[in-house]
């Protein structure tokens, strides 16, 4: 693929724009508060398309055209299942304490509902989890790059990494949560021409059903029995795992998107902002997942497009579905903004890890242990020196990705150990007035241990059974599903039993931490479409019928 | 100029406006002039941007 003028200008275009939005958010900040969680103070519209905007990182739009090529329809599971219901959950239920408790990020909620070393445990996994997040993007962004493009995989990352520190370190959250807007709207307008264009070309969605096999084309369906689906799982691996503790564990508890929704600029925008989110969210995979299909569809038919396959005797090779695709059928000019928008999601996925890492460690790690009651000046100065030490150091995890690829391999699946059990810490946390520090500390630890344990007795694909296979699942994805649930069910049992055990905080103490101790903003002078339920059930409706029709 | 929606419609006008200047190239899967729609779609949308921020709220 080459790229012209007008392509090479559309991207200068872009790289213009995102520097600019962040010298015109740099007048803003004065306070170590205004740098990292934007006072409060942005529109709910704004943290709504940056809430999903942060999750569209790379994995989002090449890795779910390549699952929509390899496992069919049954990938809009990710979001209508997998994405969806938990962004309702934390909207009506949660925000109320996250935003309420006046906590500044996730690990300093668990500090002020539990304790100490809880926090820390959190902080400490979630810093060195961005960071490596956040390498392992620019990774794939400068190997995508290399091969696609023929560009050097340091000038590529490199040249990334200087325009996101560039409006990260000018303008510090807003001007992250600002660019992620116009990256969603670019992504968007970028990729649904692909969409509409190859659907169009494989002969529409009846075309597609005709080419392929029966279970590539529905949801539920074939979801009866593992060996009938290419994913491999069953509804309730499905929906415990997916739905239930992968999902809500992300989307719940991770700081990367909880964060804009924090930044919102008063109760009812944050609450409304995963809810407003959930309306682009539910369309996407129309998006990104439908090309993947498409490209399947074509590659059977006498179209001229081949489905592109890995050398020598290696198979399909799902990840170019979508570059190869965007060679086909888009002309020079489009092709710019389509690889424009490419870049834009390696770089919103990358910025929103660089603004979570550097809002953990300024204030739950480096204020709490390292240097407490300095001056705010001093804050504002370590945040901005940790944004340049934080993209340093995904630039490091980069290489490290390029040269010990099993290594990532083995740290992602580390950090899926540590993630899997943390929401069912949430849950009891804010639920459950009973629920302890040592209890929370004590469950996560056993999660993190049985997710492990697990790993190492059950093999798929090849991995896992590192301590002597016992069971042996049809897929990986079935077995990160199954991982996931053992190590949430053993986090919620472990934490109620050490909780019975210990001493519960004082209920003065969790006033504004707990439900029943809580009070819920009323919303009743709000017109409808500001009211969190009333959202929220227009999403329902929406998300039954989409899941009815592709059944 | 701290609404977003401002340099939204500035980027995706200029954008738009590029690529119908450029309308006669043709991807090789389809005869469909995809940088005329694409260029018209992306200034209707710059234009519903700037309509938004300039309305009083």
Not at chain 1, 139 to 157: E, K, P, R
Not at chain 1, 503 to 513: F, Q, R, S, V
Request: glycine content about 10%; overall charge neutral; hydrophobic content about 55%.
């Amino acid at each position: 693929m080459s790229l012209g003028t007008i392509d090479y200008a559309v991207l200068a275009l872009y790289f213009g724009f995102v520097l600019g939005i962040g010298f015109m958010m740099r007048r803003k900040v004065e306070t170590s508060a205004d740098f990292l969680t934007s006072h409060h103070s942005v529109p709910v519209w704004i943290t709504s398309l940056a809430f999903i905007a942060a999750n569209l990182g790379a994995q989002e739009v090449v890795g779910m055209c390549a699952s929509g090529a390899k496992y069919g329809w049954m990938t809009s599971h990710f979001y209508w299942v997998g994405a969806v219901p938990a962004m309702l959950f934390i909207g009506v239920f949660m925000m109320p304490f996250y935003y309420g408790s006046k906590a500044r990020s996730v690990p300093e909620y668990l500090r002020m509902r539990f304790d100490e070393k809880t926090r820390a445990l959190n902080a400490a996994s979630f810093a060195v989890m961005t960071l490596f997040s956040s390498g392992v993007s620019m990774y794939a962004l400068g190997n995508l790059f290399h091969l696609v493009l023929g560009w050097d995989f340091t000038a590529s990352i490199l040249l990334s990494a200087a325009i996101v520190l560039g409006y990260t370190f000018l303008g510090g959250l807003t001007s992250a949560i600002y660019n992620e807007v116009l990256q969603f709207f670019l992504i968007v307008l970028g990729f649904s021409p692909l969409a509409i264009l190859a659907v169009l070309k494989a002969g529409g969605w009846e075309g597609m059903k005709m080419r392929m096999a029966p279970a590539m084309t529905h949801t539920w369906k074939y979801l009866g029995d593992p060996s009938q689906n290419p994913m491999g799982i069953e509804v309730f691996g499905m929906v415990a795992g997916l739905g239930f503790v992968l999902s809500f564990g992300y989307w719940c508890t991770d700081f990367l998107v909880v964060q804009r929704a924090m930044a919102a600029d008063s109760m009812s925008a944050a609450r409304r902002t995963p809810l407003v989110a959930a309306f682009p969210k539910m369309i996407m995979p129309f998006i990104v997942i439908a090309p993947g299909l498409a490209a399947m569809a074509l590659g059977q038919m006498n179209s001229g497009y081949a489905f592109p396959m890995k050398e020598g005797a290696g198979g399909p090779d799902y990840d170019m579905a979508l570059t190869t695709l965007m060679a086909k059928f888009y002309p020079s000019g489009m092709l710019g903004v389509g690889l424009t928008a490419l870049m834009a999601s390696f770089m919103s996925g990358m910025a929103g890890n660089v603004t979570a890492f550097n809002t953990v460690f300024t204030y739950d790690l480096y204020q709490s242990y390292i240097r407490k009651g300095a001056p705010d000046s001093h804050y504002l100065m370590v945040a901005r020196m940790t944004t340049v030490g934080g993209v340093a150091l995904s630039i490091a995890t980069a290489y490290l990705a390029r040269q010990f690829n099993n290594i990532m391999d083995l740290l992602q699946l580390v950090f899926s150990f540590v993630n899997a059990p943390l929401f069912a810490t949430f849950l009891l946390g804010m639920f459950w007035k009973r629920s302890t520090g040592h209890g929370a500390f004590t469950g996560l630890l056993a999660g993190t241990i049985a997710a492990a344990t697990t790993h190492g007795l059950t093999l798929a694909e090849g991995k896992g059974g590192w301590i002597s296979p016992t069971h042996t699942f049809p897929s990986t994805m079935a077995q990160n599903f199954w991982m996931a649930i053992f190590a949430w069910s053993v986090c919620f049992g472990v934490t109620i039993l050490v909780s019975l055990m210990t001493a519960p905080k004082a209920e003065a103490d969790l006033k504004g931490l707990v439900y029943g101790l809580t009070e819920v903003p009323s919303d009743e002078n709000e017109p409808w479409y500001r009211r969190p339920l009333v959202l929220a059930a227009i999403v329902v409706v929406c998300l039954i019928a989409l899941n009815a029709i592709f059944w | 100029m701290s609404d977003l929606r401002i340099p939204i419609a500035f980027f995706f006008g200029i954008t738009g406006i590029l690529l119908m200047t450029v309308t006669a190239n043709r991807a090789a899967l389809t005869d469909a002039p995809v940088n005329l729609y694409a260029g018209m779609a992306m200034l209707l949308f710059a234009g519903v941007m700037a309509w938004l921020a300039r309305r009083p709220s």
